[in-house]
Antibody, heavy 119, light 107 residues
Framework: EVQLVESGGGLVQPGGSLRLSCVASGITFSDYWMHWVRQAPGKGPVWVSRIKTDGSYTTYADSVKGRFTIFRDNAKNTVYLQMNSLRAEDTAVYYC????????????WGQGTLVTVSS | DIQMTQSPSSLSASVGDKVTITCRASQSITNYLNWYQQKPGNAPKLLIYAASSLQSGVPSRFSGSRSGTDFTLTISSLQPDDFATYYCQQSYYTPLTFGGGTKVEFK
């Protein structure tokens, strides 16, 4: 059974930082691109970032470019999202999702971790 | 960015009804279109990938089709478990984008 478990969310003040983690099990982690997708309360999902199977390539949404960094540790089956200079509009549930290298969809999702940016 | 226009934004239906949801891409995305179901408090769940391929474990009453830049998700006979919000998503080009969602409610 595939499991993705996110952690690291919480309440942070504007301008602050958080690091999210997502640990995967039940898959050959290095066969998957990993993504972060966020969803603000009452809104639809929004793609945030992705990282290639070996960590050599990353892409970001314009809204987070320069503030967020995605990276992975294949030895630990873990993907991270370092979030700096947080803004109120970053408040959302953050999901990690898998994308097998042979496909182009979000096949597996974690349960999400809530990030609240507020003073 | 590729815009995904989903319609309707909500619909009311009864158990046994045939339900059709449409998603239009602002430019060609070939078959790079996926459909997800989301229930309150849960992550989205993949239903259909590559426009018309049924994800493993998803009931066969769900199907997807494509005509040019128009994509359709069909539920052939709505079941109680299907009342949820549905999203399309293009994976042709970054930023990967989702449609606005369609909430399927009980009539």
């Amino acid at each position: 059974e595939v499991q993705l478990v996110e952690s690291g969310g919480g309440l942070v003040q504007p301008g602050g930082s958080l690091r999210l983690s997502c640990v995967a099990s039940g898959i050959t982690f290095s066969d998957y691109w990993m993504h972060w997708v966020r969803q603000a309360p009452g809104k639809g999902p929004v793609w945030v970032s992705r990282i290639k199977t070996d960590g050599s390539y990353t892409t970001y949404a314009d809204s987070v470019k320069g503030r967020f960094t995605i990276f992975r540790d294949n030895a630990k089956n873990t993907v991270y999202l370092q979030m700096n200079s947080l803004r109120a509009e970053d408040t959302a549930v953050y999901y990690c999702a898998t994308n097998h290298a042979s496909r182009a969809d979000f096949e597996n999702w974690g349960q999400g971790t809530l990030v609240t940016v507020s003073s | 960015d590729i815009q995904m226009t989903q319609s309707p934004s909500s619909l009311s239906a009864s158990v046994g009804d045939k339900v059709t949801i449409t998603c239009r891409a602002s430019q060609s995305i070939t078959n790079y279109l996926n459909w997800y179901q989301q229930k309150p408090g849960n992550a989205p769940k993949l239903l259909i990938y590559a426009a018309s391929s049924l994800q493993s474990g998803v009931p066969s009453r769900f199907s997807g089709s494509r005509s040019g830049t128009d994509f359709t998700l069909t539920i052939s006979s709505l079941q109680p478990d299907d009342f949820a919000t549905y999203y399309c998503q293009q994976s042709y080009y970054t930023p990967l984008t989702f449609g606005g969602g369609t909430k399927v409610e009980f009539k």
